[in-house]
């Protein structure tokens, strides 16, 4: 699995120069994103599959700054699978150092917004993701 590279925007940066602590939770968005389309379930064919996965619990842990025009190196991995709920965790690295670490949870709907069992009901995406375990 290839890490997704995520190159800091000015914009991204506060007054002193530092990434903003809010930006890293769309740079997870980001990787985790490009690890669905690395398995072959792009976000749009998955929402075009009738399932929706949206977020039901993230965290980060900050452990160096980055700034303007780092290049941030983020591994993403599945921790934990079951046939309703998906975790991923995040490894994120600047110039050989890890910047940060982070996770989030997942629970799978349809598009009515109804919890469903993706394990039944899209057993090929669920392969997918056992096969990355």
């Not at 910047?99 to 917004?113: P, V």
């Amino acid at each position: 699995m290839t890490p997704y590279i995520h190159k800091v925007n000015y914009y991204e940066t506060d007054k002193m120069g530092i990434t903003h602590h809010s930006n890293y939770i769309r740079f997870l968005e980001e990787a985790r994103i490009d690890f669905l389309s690395q398995i072959g379930y792009p976000f749009d064919k998955i929402e075009a599959e009738g399932i929706v996965s949206p977020v039901i619990r993230v965290e980060y842990n900050f452990r160096k700054t980055t700034t303007f025009a780092d290049e941030i190196s983020i591994e993403t991995k599945i921790e934990k699978l079951s046939a309703a709920k998906l975790t991923f965790g995040y490894t994120l690295t600047c110039k050989g150092e890890v910047c940060g670490t982070g996770k989030s949870e997942h629970c799978f709907l349809n598009l009515e917004g109804r919890p469903i069992i993706v394990e039944r009901e899209k057993p090929e995406f669920f392969a997918a993701l056992q096969n990355m375990l």
